[in-house]
């Protein structure tokens, strides 16, 4: 499914993060968003994904008008946000079992088991999250974004906190979920998951620019970034 953004503006007070951002993610690619910390890129993925209301702008999925992205987005797309998104006090397994009731409760609860396997989340499924490692917490709030198999993926810094092996197996996954036509758009620092997009978008004083293709990783920096 294809997403594309029109003049996205977004403000915090007396800043504007986000003046006039302007983008396309194509279903079937990984689409990645760079720029210096603090230029807006965590809050563009708040945006698209119906956590933070825009100021301004439009949201396209599938050619279709988002009117209402807090109630619409969840339909279609998932979100792994930077900061985690589960409740402490509870268990890795109440968490999971709360995220799977949005929607069809069955048919997620069998996407779940499948998932626990692949991210290796059943060695913990009884611990409170409170309790868990970083790396540990990423996993399980990337299942919450795939139980209910969403068109589009926004994913903040998703590899942070992973050790190698997950890093390699979240890589996997990213490939896999392309290749079967879904759309990514994730926000990184990270070389491995940037050399994974097929388009990069970074965002400098508050708009969008597309990044040229064949740039290496110190000329991107370079230009876009420092």
């Known amino acids: 499914m294809d997403l594309e953004i029109r003049d996205i503006q977004k403000r915090y007070g ?4 986000l003046k006039k951002v302007s983008l396309t993610a194509f279903g079937g690619e990984c689409t990645g968003i760079i720029g210096a910390n603090g230029c807006g890129k965590s809050t563009l993925l708040r ?3 119906g956590v933070e209301r825009a100021d301004g702008g439009e949201i396209f999925l599938g050619g279709k008008q988002i009117e209402s992205p807090s109630r619409q987005m969840g339909k279609y797309t998932g979100y792994v946000p930077q900061e985690s998104a589960l409740m402490p006090e509870l268990t890795v397994a109440d968490n999971l079992k709360l995220w799977a009731s949005f929607g069809d409760y069955r048919e997620n609860s069998k996407r ?6 692949q991210f290796e989340i059943k060695d913990f499924y009884k611990e409170r ?3 868990l490692s970083g790396g540990m917490e990423k996993r399980v709030n990337i299942v919450c974004a795939l139980l209910h198999e969403p068109k589009v993926l926004f994913m903040d ?3 942070a906190a992973l050790d190698l092996v ?3 197996q979240l890589k996997a996954y990213i490939r896999d979920f392309a290749g079967k036509g879904g759309g990514i758009l994730l926000s990184s620092h990270d070389e491995g998951e940037l050399a994974l997009c097929q388009k990069l978008w970074a965002i400098k004083e508050g708009v969008a620019q597309k990044v040229p293709e064949g740039l290496s990783i110190e000329e991107i920096s370079e230009k876009y970034i420092e």
């Not at 007396?14 to 993060?17: H, I, L």
């Not at 779940?112 to 396997?117: A, F, K």
């Open 47 to 49: 945006v698209l994904a």
């Open 157 to 159: 810094e998703p590899s």
């Open 112 to 117: 779940l088991d499948r998932l626990c396997d």
């Open 166 to 168: 997950f890093k390699q």
């Open 14 to 17: 007396k800043k504007q993060v």
């Open 129 to 131: 999250v409170k309790n």
